[in-house]
C-alpha cells in the first residue's frame, strides 16, 4: 500500500484546511487509515483514524469537535477536515493505514508528511 498525503499549508487562527491521503496498490488489505501528527520537539501524535469499509471514527480529545475524518472509498481517499485551526495544530502531518491481519495493531504503511503552519 502507498500512501500520499497533500493539502497542508499556510493559514491562520481560526481558519480551515483539508488534508487528503490517497491511498494506491493493495488497497483491498486496508483495515483503517490514521492521521498523525507531529510538531517540532515532540512525539508524534495519533490524530484520528477511519476504519475503511466501516467507516467508523476516532479522534484525539484535542481535535474532537474540530476535524472530522472521511473517506471516499471510489477514490481510494481519505480526507482530514480541519476547521477552527489553532497555533498548537500546527505539524507535519502524516497519514497511515493499518491492514486486516493488524487491525488491534500500529499501522504498517506511511506517507511522506505535508505540513501545516497555523499562525496566530
Known amino acids: 500500500v502507498q500512501l500520499q498525503a497533500s493539502g497542508g499549508g499556510l493559514v491562520q487562527a481560526g481558519g480551515s484546511l483539508r488534508l487528503s491521503c490517497a491511498a494506491s496498490?493493495?488497497?483491498?488489505?486496508?483495515?483503517?487509515i490514521g492521521w498523525f501528527r507531529q510538531a517540532p520537539g515532540k512525539e508524534r501524535e495519533f490524530v484520528a483514524r477511519?476504519?475503511?469499509?466501516?467507516?467508523?471514527?476516532l479522534y484525539a480529545d484535542s481535535v474532537k469537535g474540530r476535524f472530522t475524518i472521511s473517506r471516499d472509498k471510489a477514490e481510494n481517499t481519505v480526507y482530514l477536515q480541519m476547521n477552527s485551526l489553532k497555533s498548537e495544530d500546527t505539524a507535519v502531518y502524516y497519514c497511515?493505514?493499518?491492514?486486516?491481519?493488524?487491525?488491534?495493531?500500529?499501522?504498517?504503511?506511511w506517507g511522506q508528511g505535508t505540513l501545516v503552519t497555523v499562525s496566530s
Open positions: 496498490g493493495r488497497t483491498f488489505s486496508i483495515y483503517a
Open positions: 497511515a493505514a493499518k491492514p486486516h491481519y493488524r487491525a488491534s495493531g500500529g499501522y504498517d504503511y
Open positions: 477511519i476504519t475503511w469499509s466501516g467507516g467508523s471514527t
